[in-house]
């Protein structure tokens, strides 16, 4: 079974542009979850979709938002980016019910801003 | 914020059993603790989680307290390639609200 993807791997963007990240979950997964990972911060949860909806949000600001299609894929999407958004964006997935409960990840996106 | 505390950073021998603890003595009734690691550049990886009594899979075994305030991940036998990030998470079982901590960096030397 493949695992989570994650596009692109590495990103530049200039302060004051936008950006769209992109995660495929594992086959039947119906769970998505985006984190924020800093040297200064660690892993930051930003934001979870189960079936095309918002199910559970963190404490980030509203430039960052996140969306499902109806095959489980979710992109996130930060608008006027900040020098302090670089970091690697991890996205995990999981079958979303209480029984199994394991998330996996993938090997994220290193997005810098310059 | 993050629910556990774990040292910075262990070392470990290889072919010794490796040893982290954690602690999460605010722990509610109906939180689990996970266990995840991260090798450099990589995501995290699920390695076990549990509630109250030990559990043991391929790659680990995990030790909590009876009190739950408590616990120990223990790779029974480390290899270099167990050198990563670990975190302990205490979280409700489909919560994918996770808050990591900052981890221990675990150090297998030859």
């Known amino acids: 079974k493949a695992g989570v993807t994650q596009t692109p791997r590495y990103l530049i963007k200039t302060r004051g542009q936008q950006v769209t990240l992109s995660c495929s979950p594992i086959?039947?997964?119906?769970?998505v979850s985006w984190y924020q990972q800093t040297p200064g911060q660690g892993l930051q949860f930003l934001f979870e979709?189960?079936?095309?909806?918002?199910?559970n949000k963190g404490n980030f600001p509203g430039r960052f938002s996140g969306r499902q299609f109806s095959n489980s894929r979710s992109e996130m999407n930060v608008s006027t980016l900040e020098l302090g958004d670089s970091a690697l964006y991890l996205c995990?997935?999981?079958?979303?019910?209480?029984?199994?409960?394991?998330?996996?990840f993938g090997p994220g996106t290193r997005l810098t801003v310059t | 914020d993050a629910k556990t505390t774990q040292p910075t950073s262990m070392d470990c021998a290889e072919g010794r059993a490796a040893n982290l603890p954690c602690n999460h003595s605010?722990?509610?009734?109906?939180?689990?603790v996970y266990w995840y690691r991260q090798i450099h550049s990589q995501g995290p990886q699920y390695i076990i989680h549990?509630?109250?009594n030990n559990e043991t899979n391929e790659m680990a075994s995990l030790i909590i307290t009876e009190d739950r305030k408590s616990s120990t991940l223990i790779l029974p036998h480390a290899t270099l390639r167990d050198t990563a990030v670990y975190y302990c998470?205490?979280?409700?079982?489909?919560?994918?609200?996770?808050?990591f901590g900052a981890g221990t960096r675990l150090t297998v030397k030859p």
């Open positions: 995990a997935s999981s079958a979303g019910t209480r029984a199994l409960a394991e998330q996996y």
């Open positions: 086959s039947g997964h119906r769970s």
């Open positions: 979709y189960f079936s095309e909806t918002q199910r």
């Open positions: 605010t722990i509610s009734g109906n939180e689990y």
């Open positions: 549990g509630l109250k």
């Open positions: 998470i205490v979280r409700v079982e489909g919560d994918n609200d996770m808050r």
